[in-house]
């Protein structure tokens, strides 16, 4: 059996490792498939496959992006697995999300300039690559002095529960798993179970998924317990998805993430590895 894991961050979007870190770790961990699925960018894969060429390392790269969407039940995260990260479509959508995440940013800004709160902007500008996120504005917000810890920023501040709400329309599902599939990839419903909503409407969100054309749903990754794991399980069965799993892999050292680190599907499902491994 092939040791992957199919959703990873570089500094390219919100982890704390550089493509080429990245890559190193995979290596050291002994991974055969690496997906870097940075939020909304590609620009971190180019540089991590041109390390592993000169290093001669031997994990497989695979191509992918994790892609923010809209469907009727809320904000959800789709990973595109084994994409062209030349697709022009695909990067004409990626300008999209990467400006609408700067609009993000400045809302954001003016939002807790009111609260007191200055400087933001200046320290994301120099703290981003192509991408915002939450996470950035976390890391401000701690390195400003207003929070003691990065939790506490999402806690305190720009959480679903914080002070600061800013609503952003990303683009369309429908229009998110179109571009996976027109750049050749497949389209993976990202941690279920992170999203803010019942069992009930999860499972009318999955129904969904299936109807847009989604191929695959991740179940497993790091911090679902088993019941849960169940429940995803017979969702994704009904729906007829295929089985994804990953890491979900930030930052290092993290307790409850490592990268390569979450439960064993069970070799006989039907898997997204079946589906991309004669392509890569
Ligand atoms: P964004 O896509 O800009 O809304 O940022 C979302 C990212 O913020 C996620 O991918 C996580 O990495 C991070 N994040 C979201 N909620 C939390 C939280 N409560 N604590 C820590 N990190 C979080
Ligand atoms: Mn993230
Ligand atoms: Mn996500
Ligand atoms: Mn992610």
Request: proline share 3%; aromatic share 6%.
């Amino acid at each position: 059996m092939l040791r992957y894991d199919f959703h990873s961050h570089t500094n390219y979007s919100d982890g704390i490792l550089s493509p080429e870190e990245l890559v190193e770790l995979a290596e050291e961990k002994q991974l055969d498939l690496l997906a870097i699925s940075d939020h909304d960018s590609v620009s971190g894969i180019s540089l991590a496959k041109a390390h592993k060429q000169k290093q001669q390392l031997k994990v497989n790269i695979v191509d992918s992006i994790e892609l923010s969407a809209q469907s009727d039940f809320g904000e959800i995260h789709i990973v595109g697995l084994n994409i062209d990260i030349k697709h022009p479509g695909l990067l004409k959508l990626l300008d999209i999300q990467q400006k609408k995440r700067w609009q993000r940013a400045e809302i954001f800004d003016e939002k807790l300039k009111n609260l007191g709160i200055e400087g933001v902007m200046d320290d994301l500008k120099a703290r981003c690559k192509d991408v915002v996120t939450r996470s950035h504005i976390a890391s401000a917000l701690l390195s400003l002095g207003h929070v003691s810890n990065f939790d506490q920023a999402f806690k305190k501040y720009i959480g679903k529960k914080g002070r600061v709400k800013v609503s952003t329309s990303w683009i369309s599902m429908q229009d998110a798993i179109s571009a996976i599939h027109d750049a050749g990839g497949v389209a993976i419903l990202a941690h279920p179970t992170r999203y803010p909503m019942s069992n009930r409407r999860l499972g009318y969100l999955i129904e969904e998924f299936k109807i847009a054309e989604g191929d695959a749903m991740e179940v497993s990754y790091p911090s679902l317990n088993p019941d849960k794991r169940n429940w995803l399980e017979l969702h994704r069965e009904k729906n007829e998805l295929l089985a994804s799993g990953g890491s979900d892999f930030h930052y290092p050292n993290l307790k409850w993430s490592d990268l390569g680190r979450f439960p064993k599907i069970d070799s006989k499902l039907p898997h997204v590895l079946d589906l991309i491994k004669n392509k890569l």
